[in-house]
């Protein structure tokens, strides 16, 4: 642990002193943004006197196919604002006449749709901001951005916007309250860039210059927004946003009667100033989200779902970004699993400039009948800037059980490190863990660092979780390893050629015990063609050795296990392949075939495809085909299983959808089928009515049945 903790403070050391003397990179790139003289319309007509006085950005620059010239499709942005609203307006020309979107889905695929991306850095911190898009057939896009890139679209705020399409242009006129965003409300600018996709010439650009490896509205690369005056103040900001539902459920495996229900309850969401929010929930439900994609589990460990609750998504990179991809200290999922949540309050945002805070408690209820008590959870996180957009965090995160029954604490912190040019990114973290229950080495620490250039993608990652770890409000499927993790590749850029880029890499992980005995890796190559059409084709090959530490059974499906300690290797080689998103018809595979445990054999056979009627409706369907073999002397039982899921996604406007998933999972031996109908009848106030059916796959036998109706309203005060 020693060696290990001076690996990790050397890293830091070394990874501080990349950004010490960072600046803004585009500062040179400046928008002055004048008050409106008379009321803006948004119709998508550009005939306001403002419109004409407004400054024009326009000579983008293209980041693909390369970042070395002006974008050859041109677009022209304007803005300007008044006491209430942020406006800007589009031209986005076309010279090929043609428009390429998926549906009229509000959050839709970036790079399945033609559209335009606005970013606002509202502290000038080159962290954190507030994205907002359109596609060229109207629909909106937006979230919070953290982390100085990823978008989380799961947020949603109430903005308006209309498109106007003709043979040559699509045109875009948007309005965005100040009471929607948080700001500084004493910065005379922010940082700020504009983005556009175009399929059919491929290409994507942006205002201020972004190099081709990273998103086109990374906040290491916006400009100024010159504000000519102070801002204004939102003054009070507060949106209640109840609901009321009844519903209809049975369990028929239970063979229990039928239960109706009617619930009501409520969110408040409370702007305190320009930077900070406070959420305040009761009696929520989350019954119109959006059913998880399910996946076939070979694995040892447990499968990781993203949080979907729209109580929880507000800054919610100070809570559920804490950690990393397999190294969760706070996963919000884990609170309400299976249990109501009484109430809950959420406090998030920015004290100054550099200092954010986030804190949650909630509450849920027990359920006697199942012997769980009912749990209070509190998180803190304090996040600092230091140099030029790095952070340092500490954390605390509790869970108590009501009546003092027990309880899991982890207190951590964190170096967030990104550098100013945005190559250098890493994360360094240590975490404490006690509980009621044995915590003698309970500990997590990691360590990553990644360098990403045009040519170079380089990245490594050293990991320690002690044997006594167990984050119960957390993701972390094991314990007791060390973990490393190194992975190099390079980019070609072949010229005046069908293929874009081709990029050859190299990735490794091992595990080890705490006592350094090697139980698992995987080495292995991959090469990756990207086309200039966006296809994408990938093959690889990898070596795999793993010891068991538990017995498993390697098909999850037959019940037969291997013993722990019984050691295993194989190698494997697999294909891949995305097609062109322009098409209607859109196809994609992926393929394993090899080694397997006890000298079996695995191949694997996953694909997707779908077709759209543009821009109303999309047909869609994924499948995955798993077949296992072992030698008859092995005492394994093969194993063949289907995954099949078909969909249907009707976009009837911009504000009605309707849904039909349907997952066959012959692994689990279920057969589930998800409707869902969704009106917005005003912005963010929606009606749903929402279906869903479980059955065996064996007789088709049903499991169990519900139908919920439910409406929520969003209200300002």
Request: charged share 20%; proline share 3%.
């Amino acid at each position: 642990m020693a060696l290990f903790s001076r690996t990790v403070l050397l890293l830091t050391l070394i990874c501080s002193h990349l950004t010490l003397y960072a600046q803004k990179k585009n500062a040179a790139y400046q928008y002055s943004i004048k008050k409106a003289n008379s009321g803006i319309v948004v119709d998508g007509i550009l005939d306001e006197a403002d419109w004409t006085l407004a400054q024009s950005a326009e000579d983008f620059f293209m980041i693909l196919p390369m970042d070395t010239s002006f974008a050859r499709v041109e677009t022209e942005v304007k803005m300007c604002y008044d006491d209430k609203y942020i406006y800007f307006s589009v031209v986005n020309h076309i010279p090929h006449q043609k428009y390429v979107v998926e549906s009229l889905r509000r959050d839709w695929n970036f790079g399945k749709n033609d559209n335009f991306l606005i970013v606002f850095d509202t502290y000038n911190d080159l962290t954190n901001g507030f994205a907002f898009g359109i596609n060229a057939a109207g629909a909106q896009w937006d979230g919070q951005q953290y982390d100085g890139g990823p978008v989380n679209l799961n947020w949603d705020n109430k903005w308006f916007s209309e498109v106007k399409q003709y043979e040559d242009r699509w045109v875009v006129e948007a309005s965005i309250p100040f009471k929607s965003i948080r700001y500084n409300k004493n910065l005379t600018s922010w940082g700020i860039n504009f983005g556009r996709m175009d399929l059919t010439s491929t290409e994507k650009s942006s205002w201020a210059p972004v190099p081709r490896q990273f998103p086109s509205i990374s906040s290491a690369f916006t400009g100024d927004l010159i504000w000519d005056a102070a801002l204004p103040k939102p003054g009070a900001n507060v949106s209640l946003i109840p609901y009321a539902l009844t519903a209809t459920s049975k369990n028929h495996s239970a063979e229990t009667p039928r239960k109706n229900r009617f619930e009501a309850g409520g969110d408040v969401k409370v702007s305190l100033g320009t930077a900070l929010n406070l959420d305040l929930t009761y009696n929520p439900d989350f019954s119109q989200v959006e059913v998880d994609q399910q996946q076939t589990n070979l694995d040892r460990f447990e499968l990781f779902f993203p949080e979907r609750r729209q109580f929880f998504l507000e800054n919610d990179d100070l809570f559920n970004n804490l950690g990393l991809d397999r190294i969760r200290p706070f996963f919000s999922r884990r609170i309400g699993l299976g249990v109501p949540i009484n109430y809950g309050a959420r406090l998030s945002g920015k004290l100054t400039k550099s200092l954010r805070i986030g804190a949650m408690q909630i509450n849920t209820a027990g359920v006697e009948a199942e012997n769980i008590s009912g749990q209070n959870f509190t998180v803190v996180s304090v996040q600092q800037k230091v140099f030029s957009r790095s952070n340092i965090m500490g954390v605390l995160i509790n869970k108590d059980e009501v009546g003092g029954k027990g309880f899991n604490r982890n207190i951590g912190a964190e170096y967030n490190l990104a550098s100013a040019n945005n190559k250098w990114r890493g994360k360094f973290m240590y975490y404490q863990l006690d509980s009621d229950k044995k915590a003698d080495d309970a500990a997590l620490a990691a360590a990553q660092i990644n360098y990403n250039d045009k040519e170079w993608s380089i990245s490594g990652q050293l990991e320690r979780v002690g044997a006594d770890y167990n984050a119960e409000v957390g993701f972390v499927p094991r314990n007791s390893y060390y973990r490393i993790s190194p992975r190099i590749g390079y980019n070609f850029f072949p010229s005046a050629s069908k293929v874009l880029s081709h990029s050859p890499s190299l990735f490794h992980f091992s595990f080890f015990d705490l006592q350094g005995r090697n139980t698992e890796y995987t080495t292995g190559i991959m090469y990756n063609v990207e086309f200039r059409t966006k296809a994408v084709l990938s093959w690889y090959t990898a070596k795999d050795y793993i010891k068991l530490l538990v017995d498993f059974d390697p098909t999850n499906f037959t019940g037969i296990r291997l013993p722990a300690g019984s050691q295993h290797h194989w190698a494997s080689t697999g294909i891949n392949f995305t097609s062109k998103p322009q098409s209607m018809f859109t196809y994609g595979f992926q393929s394993r075939i090899g080694g397997y445990y006890e000298d079996g054999f695995r191949l694997r056979l996953q694909g997707d495809m779908a077709y759209r009627f543009q821009p109303y409706a999309q047909i869609a369907l994924a499948a995955e085909y798993n077949d296992i073999n072992f030698d008859e002397n092995t005492g394994l039982k093969d194993a063949r299983f289907w995954l099949i899921g078909p969909k249907i996604d009707i976009t009837l406007t911009n504000n009605l959808y309707f849904t039909t998933f349907i997952q066959y999972n012959e692994q689990i031996k279920n057969l589930n089928i998800n409707s869902r109908l969704q009106w917005r009848y005003k912005p963010v106030s929606d009606i749903y009515l929402v279906y869903t059916d479980n059955y065996g796959t064996e007789q088709l036998n049903i499991k169990n049945r519900a139908v919920v109706l439910k409406a929520t309203y969003w209200g300002n005060i």
